[in-house]
């Protein structure tokens, strides 16, 4: 899985011109501005493959070609990003576009830098007609320039980059914590984290140390480790004195600085002592300045991890070579051309820039840009080698003298650091210090890793993958086990009855609802938190070792998942609801959103067998096992999938009543009587006991031992306390509450036939509504489905009434009841819901039944207990209870359908659809 961003285009008058007709020109600018649009394969999957797209025929049009842009910006600046799609949306003109990004700010900037550009490309006669803010100054190489550098700032940078992704290698998972490089590897309770190339493991001491150049010289003295002489000056005429002491030359540069900033090299004379004293001043955080022995040679950087050399590079600063025949600012340019050289950390290495230090050697030198220098004759634009400043770098790892391999790591050792870098100078790196000199004349914490992941000569080394394994031992968890819950009713009871066999096993819990985010059974964030943002509050949670995700359509719909990879994921069913909404018009494009879900699994799939649409996602599923869950005992492919070995929880008759039983590779292991569990009302609230059923099965498929699951289903009710608007049971008026977030037609049939299988003396009462955002065939169709089961109806809106008007949803909901034969006397419209639950409460008396469903829950249920009953009259004779039943498999499933049978088991085979680009 990735993340991808989508936009609806609106072509307006482009849909009349697809590329070819625009005409030749608009295309061959096109390819001249994003050269690398020759590469992308489309539907064709192979090189030049889009370019055909836009050339063949009359073209392709402007939302496909939008597309491919995007991409090849994101690229252009250095994001791998190659997936894209657009789809007519089934309005004229419209498409649904959507690419794949990594950083969702450089996304949309590409999404909109690839629009601005195929604006500006089109023939001025397009252009006078369409709607557009042209700007006459637009130019693309600069836009372009700018974009690179937004996206740099905005992307990892490469050491952080190279920490991702050797934990992407060993299957680890990670978060992105803020706008730069804070980084989470691992989940809850097993997380590590990272900032740059600090880690949760390096110590703050070490950290100060290493940034006060005076104490890291001192300690490394002490050791006796070779450092150059030193003195700490306040002023440029101390540091002409600490010259004159130390003797000639010397390096001045600030004492809390880092990456070469601020440091003078090579000073020979009082007033370059002095200019370096000024640019050392501009680069430190405090008054205090080093002038130190410069020591000849080379500069190599060791990097130290885990007390261990892991890399050792030898670093070139930024320079040019003469040939006799072009100036220095010919050179420069002709260097500039390697195409390792980009922007930034754009790429390998960076371009070399003629800025105020360069100006300032050439000046020295006593030359000019336009200076021509003799052939093979090496001029320095830097006096650092730092990458960032146009340096080159060479691997020399594996050549290192073990005195001076020692020596680095004493010095790291010394410091403090888990991850550190030397800089040390020294003619040959490959014979020792002890033999030919050398100076260690920095140590540095955070040292970056683009010169050993990425060197401009030898072997790259896996550095980043060194972190990982010292964050990460072998055989160290990583991953929390994460549960995955979706469907149209039922998550969230699933999810607190799962969460609470859970903790019941000794699990801290961290659980994504609609009711907020809780914490080992405590509430943290309150709100409807089922959507990715909220899950990975749970996964940053140090103290959880156990996920709980309920997981709903709208987040998957605006954001996708919170986590790439779930451990056992269900879902419960799949029926009209929020249809019309985000794209969503059917029941079957719900079922395939809610599918994401599923194919987030890598261990085991639980469907409902009783529900076709989720008896369909079976064969998407990579898992290695498939439980099904049905109350139907005679379901055809379940006992078939039994018989294969599989594995399914099925509700059995017996002398007693039902009882919850897994089948497992043949065996049979009856779980628990489903009138014993409180949350199903002895049986009676068959949705509760199917939930039960869900949440046994996802915690055995977690292997809790099956006595644990029978106490915590024991143990579980649906209390305000424990499941707040969930079938919530007040007893101690005359009459019976019962309090429930129904708000779609499945789960408001479902409390309905709860309240015909309760034996009620008296009246049924129900106060009712749906969401105003909901269409008006399900408003006709949840009234068809209450009409009958009740003697009276008190229809409601919701709070929030969603572009509807004051009173629209309850009038009609009054008018299809009419429409069903329930006569006028038998239907109240009160349009606010304090009023409409004041109103059924008042009208019930002993021995009646009143169903709410509330929108506002907790003031619902103050009002259901503060309510003062008083003296009621007995209610009449009870209805009779009539027991639902099943759908029969066969009838669920189209005669075309393919069976699967393999080692998972017993499943429908998928839908083939053809998709191409």
Known sequence: MFPVIRHVV???????????????????????????????????STTGGFLRRLREDEGTWMGHILEHCAIEVQNVAGTDVTFGRTRGTGVTGQYNMVYAYRQRDVGLAAGAL???????????????????????????????????????????????????RAAQD???????????????????????????????????????????????????????????????????????????????????????ANHGRGVSINLTKEDEVVAGFTEAELHSKSAAILVESFVTGFDHRMLVVNNKLVAVAKRVPGHVVGDGNHTIGDLVTAVNQDPRRGIGHQKVLTMLEIDNQAKRLIADAGHTIDTVLPAGEVFYLRSTANLSTGGTAIDLTDVVHPDNRDMAERAIMAVGLDVGGVDFLIEDITRSYKEIGGAIVEVNAAPGFRMHVAPSEGQPR???????????????????????????????????????????????????????????????????????????????????????????????????????HSDVAACL???????????????????????????????????????????????????????????????????????????????????????????????????????????????????????????????YSFGVDLDNIRHGLRTFDTTYFQAPGRMNVFDEHPFKVILDYGHNPAALGAMAGLAERLEVKGQRIVVLSVPGDRRDQDVAEAAKILSGKFDHYICKADDDRRKRGHDEIPQMFKAEFLRNGISEDQISVVPNEEDAVATSLKMARAG????????????????????????????????????????????????????IRDGRGVRLARDRVEDGD
């Open 114 to 164: 690839a629009l601005k550009l195929l604006m500006h490309l089109l023939p001025q006669s397009l252009r006078e007609r369409i709607d557009f803010p042209f700007d006459p100054a637009f130019d693309w190489q600069e836009e372009l320039r700018s974009f690179v550098l937004h996206a740099q700032r905005k992307e990892f940078g490469p050491s952080t980059g190279a920490l991702v």
């Open 10 to 44: 609106d072509l307006g008058i482009l849909e009349d011109w697809p590329s070819a007709k625009i005409g030749s020109e608009f295309v061959e600018g096109l390819v001249e501005a994003l050269p690398g649009l020759s590469d992308h394969g489309c539907s064709y």
């Open 462 to 564: 896996d550095v980043a993958g060194s972190v990982i394994d010292m964050l990460f031992p072998l055989g160290q968890e990583s991953r929390i086990p994460i549960a995955a819950i979706t469907g149209t009713n039922g998550k969230t009871t699933t999810s607190r009855m799962l969460g609470h066999i859970l903790k019941a096993s000794g699990k801290i819990v961290g659980m994504t609802s609609t009711d907020g985010v809780y914490v080992d059974g405590k509430l943290s964030v309150k709100g409807d938190m089922t959507g990715p943002k909220s899950a990975q509050m749970v996964l940053r949670d140090p103290t959880v070792d156990f996920a709980v995700m309920e997981t709903a359509r709208g987040g998957l719909v605006r954001s996708g998942l919170g986590f790439r």
């Open 573 to 699: 069913n799949v029926t009209g609801d929020h249809l019309g909404l985000g794209g969503i018009d059917t029941v079957e494009q719900l079922a395939v959103v809610k599918r994401i879900v599923i194919e987030s699994a890598t261990k085991t799939a639980v469907l409902n067998a009783d529900d076709i649409n989720c008896l369909k996602m079976a064969d998407y599923a990579d898992v290695s096992s498939i439980f099904y869950v049905t109350v139907n005992p005679n379901h055809t492919l379940v006992k078939e999938h039994i018989k294969a070995g599989g594995q399914a929880i099925v509700l059995e008759q017996g002398m007693s009543g039902d009882m919850l039983t897994i089948y497992d590779n043949g065996l049979h292991m009856p779980v628990l009587w489903s009138h014993v569990i409180p949350a199903t009302l002895e049986g009676k609230a068959v949705h509760n006991v199917q939930n039960a059923m869900f949440a046994a099965a996802m915690a």
């Open 848 to 899: 009646d039944l009143v169903v709410i469903f509330g929108d506002n829950s907790p003031r619902c249920w103050k009002q259901i207990i503060y309510f003062n009953a008083g003296e009621k009259k007995e209610g009449g004779a009870s209805k009779p209870v009539t027991a639902t039943s099943s759908v029969a498999f066969e009838d669920m499933i189209d005669n075309d359908l393919t069976i």
């Open 170 to 256: 060993r299957d680890i998972p990670w978060l992105r914590l803020n706008e730069g490089s804070l980084v989470q590897f691992g989940h809850g309770k097993y997380q590590q984290r990272i900032q740059a190339t600090i880690t949760s493991e390096t110590r703050h001491i070490a950290v100060e140390i290493s940034c006060d150049k005076e104490d890291t010289h001192n300690l490394l003295s002490d050791l006796g480790l070779p450092v150059p002489l030193q003195r700490i000056v306040y002023s440029a005429a101390e540091a002409v004195q600490a010259a004159h002491k130390i003797g000639w030359p010397v390096v001045v540069k600030p004492l809390d």
